[in-house]
Each structure stands twice: as C-alpha cells, then as structure tokens.
C-alpha cells in the first residue's frame, strides 16, 4: 500500500526510511491517517512500537492522543 504524501506535507515521502522513522510515520498516521493507513500501520509495527510511540509523543494533538490512549487502553 502506499500512503498519501499529504501525511508527510513537510518532507519528501520517497526519502522516508519506514524502519528508521518509524515514530514519525506513526505519529503521523495515528494523527491524520484514514483507514486503511491505520490498517497498514498495524499491519507493519508492532503494537508495543505504537504505545510507545502515543506514550512517548509531544507532537500528536489533544485529540488525537486521547482517542488512541482510549483505544490501546492506557491510562
């Protein structure tokens, strides 16, 4: 699948090392992503890498962070 270049408005999606800088794809997705972006986000980091990520994040809106922490059950 291929995500949109609208998640990454502020770099160039080709120069992307989805392993490398996988905090910022996810942050990223768990912010603005549709679906099937969430899909894929699931599909290709663990669960553990993304509470850590909604945990550790100062970048995710209010919003955002509180429907995730909901949804992952951390309190």
Not at 4 to 22: Q, V, Y
Not at 35 to 43: G, L, N, P, T
Not at 52 to 75: A, C, M, P, Q
Request: net charge negative.
């Amino acid at each position: 699948m291929e995500l949109r270049a609208t998640l990454f408005w502020d770099t160039d999606i080709s120069k992307i090392d989805f392993k490398k800088n996988k905090k910022y794809v996810i942050e990223r997705i768990l912010d603005f992503g549709n679906q099937e972006e969430i899909q894929w986000m699931h599909k290709e980091y663990s669960q553990d890498d993304v509470k850590d990520t909604l945990i550790n994040s100062r970048v995710l809106g209010s919003r955002s962070k509180n429907f995730w922490e909901h949804y992952y059950n951390i309190n």
